[in-house]
């Protein structure tokens, strides 16, 4: 079957760094995403990974090693506004849609 | 900028009845989707569509069905409501990620319709 795995919760404080991991087991690989979504709104578009490596975005880094089937999202400079469910999906070759995980919730502490 | 909208945001159904959630988006993309999002799971696609007059069904498609007249518009009904569909619902577009010559197009979502079933 296909699976998506992250932790379900994290904790850490503002300004520090965390690190947030997803492994996947899917059908074909046709990229990664991380989305970011607070509580009770739609999630909105961090990231996405293809390619094996690191992919900046300001605070936040994404990284992927299919070999592995591992990606992470780094956060850097941690804010308070930065408390939401982080979401991997995966694009695999069943129709090429998305296969989603189950999110990780950050909370971020002052 | 619009984006996607979804209406209504809140309702409570009786057992068996039905509705319709509306989807609308206005960047003239391809690909429509509605997913259902439920405590400690992963967001599940419910239908999909990757152009007018096409639609597809996607991991949970039982009891909904969905159609394509416009690009603008995806609207999502759920036949006969049962409390087993009380869920946070999304609607979802993006260019399409084969036509567009690659699958990094992300999905827009709308603001989600929080739908209750007693």
């Known amino acids: 079957g296909q699976n998506i795995d992250q932790p379900t919760e994290m904790t850490a404080t503002e300004g520090a760094i965390v690190q947030i991991n997803c492994t996947y087991q899917t059908s074909g690989f046709n990229g990664l995403f991380w989305y970011q979504q607070h509580a009770g709104e739609a999630p909105t578009f961090l990231s996405y990974?293809?390619l094996d490596g690191l992919e900046e975005k300001g605070r936040f880094s994404s990284f992927l090693s299919r070999s592995k089937g591992y990606s992470y999202l780094l956060l850097k400079e941690l804010q308070m506004k930065d408390s939401a469910s982080y979401l991997c999906a995966v694009r695999g070759d069943s129709n090429y849609q998305l296969i989603w995980g189950a999110g990780t919730k950050l909370i971020i502490k002052p | 900028n619009a984006g996607v909208t979804q209406t209504p945001k809140f309702q409570v159904l009786k057992t068996g009845q039905s509705m319709t959630l509306q989807c609308a988006q206005d960047m003239n993309h391809e690909y429509m989707s509605w997913y259902r999002q439920d405590p400690g799971m992963g967001l599940r696609l419910i239908h999909y569509s990757v152009g007018a007059g096409i639609t597809d069904q996607g991991e949970v498609p039982n009891g909904y069905n969905v159609s394509r007249s416009t690009t603008e518009d995806f609207p999502l009904r759920l036949l006969s409501a049962a409390p087993s569909q009380t869920s946070v619902y999304f609607c979802a577009s993006s260019k399409h990620f084969l036509l567009q010559g690659g699958s990094n197009q992300p999905q827009h979502f709308g603001d989600g319709t929080r739908l209750s079933i007693l």
């Open positions: 990974n293809v």
